[in-house]
């Protein structure tokens, strides 16, 4: 017997015995009928995915090995959309301020630029 806890409520568990004397069923689906046999699975390997985790299950039944996808994190793929954005925007500044000669201005955009690509 096992004794279980959920939700703060605690019971206690007794697994199913197996029926010694079973039955021959037969089943229909479909109309084809047949009789269920206990066969183990297929002992080729599965790729499964779970929360978007993909992994192989193997002839256990247990997993084999986790296949991790190497993929970027959405926030590194924001924060680089920001710093383009930012250097665009800085590039577009720099153009103004050549245009309208103002050299002092220009310096201050151009320091703003190196920060922003280191």
Do not use: W
Request: aromatic fraction near 6%; charged fraction near 20%; avoid cysteine.
């Amino acid at each position: 017997m096992l004794n279980l806890k959920y939700r703060g409520t605690t019971y206690s568990y007794k697994s199913a015995q197996p029926i010694a004397d079973a039955v021959p069923v037969t089943l229909s689906y479909r109309g084809v009928h047949y009789q269920p046999t206990n066969q183990p699975a297929p002992a080729s390997a599965v790729l499964l995915k779970y929360r978007s985790t993909s992994y192989k299950l193997g002839q256990s039944g247990q997993p084999t090995e986790a296949i991790v996808p190497q993929t970027v994190s959405r926030r590194d793929k924001v924060a680089g959309i920001h710093q383009q954005s930012l250097l665009k925007n800085v590039q577009r500044r720099i153009e103004v301020a050549q245009k309208r000669g103002d050299d002092r201005l220009l310096a201050l955009l151009l320091a703003e630029r190196e920060q922003l690509a280191s």
